[in-house]
């Protein structure tokens, strides 16, 4: 070892995620970075996870890895017992479900000597999620590839999945919090920001998660980490991150907008259809005559209802959004030209985009009872 070429320690926790162990452990052996360790942390997993973990543990080897066994107790604990039992001046993090490229380790140390004046603790890389046959997956890879495109060199966000820490500075941060249920890279980046230091983003740092296919799967972590949001901004408030933005929310508003702006749509057409039928159906059975102003309802009702959903549209196809759908839909039209298949995936694009929408409003709604409840959340 050298102050040139330190070790570095890449860490991976696993619950439950079998078939992914072979593919992510080979792509670890693989970096092309020394000397280099690795630690692998079965997080309780009940699918034979650890068994497999197993066959690599070889400690002896030229790149010594290390499988340690835990009881279920998270992602946020299962890093931070990795994180103690590291030999490493870098200790990196990455996750089950990704396949580092084999200079990853490389392109992170490469950029961890900052600008003048810059005390860098900790790099970022850049995940590239593969695309599946489903819209979902399509959705998912070109949304996260937007958002590493506007991302600048120093950021506040280390990613999960691709990122180093100079392990003193996160020990003496406090490491990862074993209490915290999700988006524990979002709360110990703030924490060591505030502890002074520079995150920054190194793009040619690459890794690639498979892809993230299924709507129920894709609205659930949506939903999950809408909740996770608000207990990040329940434990750093906007006082206390001293102008840190949040990094990395991409689309999101927008997304969240197009609920609201779809049901009041609705809502208001058919609020201006009762108010002009509802006068044809009550002559037509010699009923009572109703007031003039039930005309000017209608009509201001189906306006607003209209307005809204022009709104609505604008934010699905032109907006940043809409950039990320407009993709989506071309990539849909290269695979497969027939016209009522792409009418079909234009109709389940904004059924997706609206489950999305509620994913978020479900997430902050529950994040809100976390918070009058005294909970951490799931």
């Not at 406090?174 to 002074?196: C, K, Q």
């Not at 799967?217 to 207990?231: G, I, N, Q, S």
């Not at 007031?291 to 907006?319: D, H, K, Q, R, Y």
């Not at 985009?353 to 994040?367: D, E």
């Amino acid at each position: 070892m050298s102050e040139e070429r330190p070790l570095v320690t890449v860490t991976v926790c696993v619950r439950d995620g079998a078939h992914w162990v072979d593919g992510c452990m080979q792509s670890l052996l693989e970096q092309t970075w020394r000397p280099l360790e690795i630690i692998a942390v079965d997080d309780g997993s009940s699918d034979g996870s650890g068994e497999r973990l197993q066959a690599f543990h070889d400690p002896e080897s030229e790149v010594p890895v290390r499988v340690i066994q835990r009881p279920a107790e998270g992602l946020s604990a299962a890093r931070d017992a990795a994180t103690e039992a590291a030999n490493g001046d870098w200790v990196a993090i990455t996750d089950i479900d990704v396949r580092p490229m084999p200079d990853w380790i490389e392109a992170l140390m490469a950029a961890r000597t900052g600008l003048e004046n810059e005390k860098v603790i900790a790099i970022t890389g850049r995940t590239v999620f593969e695309e599946g046959d489903d819209l979902v997956s399509r959705l998912r890879s070109i949304e996260i590839e937007r958002k590493y495109r506007s991302r600048p060199r120093r950021t506040t966000l280390a990613n999960g999945p691709c990122s180093m820490f100079h392990a003193k500075a996160l020990r003496d941060s406090g490491g990862f919090d074993p209490a915290w249920y999700h988006a524990e890279d979002m709360e110990v980046s703030l924490r060591l920001l505030a502890s002074g230091g520079s995150i920054v983003y190194a793009p040619d740092a690459m890794v690639r998660h498979v892809p993230e296919e299924g709507r129920k799967r894709f609205v659930a972590k949506r939903r999950r980490d809408a909740r996770a949001h608000v207990r990040i901004v329940r434990r750093w408030p906007r006082r206390a991150r001293k102008g840190m933005a949040f990094d990395f929310l991409g689309t999101s508003t927008l997304v969240l907008a197009m609920l609201p702006l779809r049901l009041g749509a609705w809502l208001a057409l058919m609020i201006g259809l009762g108010a002009a039928l509802l006068p044809e159906i009550i002559s037509g059975q010699g009923g009572m005559t109703l007031p003039n102003e039930l005309g000017t309802t209608s009509s201001t009702a189906l306006l607003v209802g209209a307005s809204l959903l022009t709104l609505a549209e604008f934010i699905m196809w032109i907006s940043a959004l809409g950039a990320v759908n407009r993709q989506v839909m071309s990539d849909v039209r290269q695979r497969n030209r027939i016209a009522w298949m792409l009418s079909s995936a234009s109709f389940s694009l904004r059924m997706l985009i609206l489950a999305w929408s509620w994913a978020l409003w479900t997430g902050l709604w529950l994040g809100a009872w976390d918070a009058i409840t005294g909970r951490n959340g799931h």
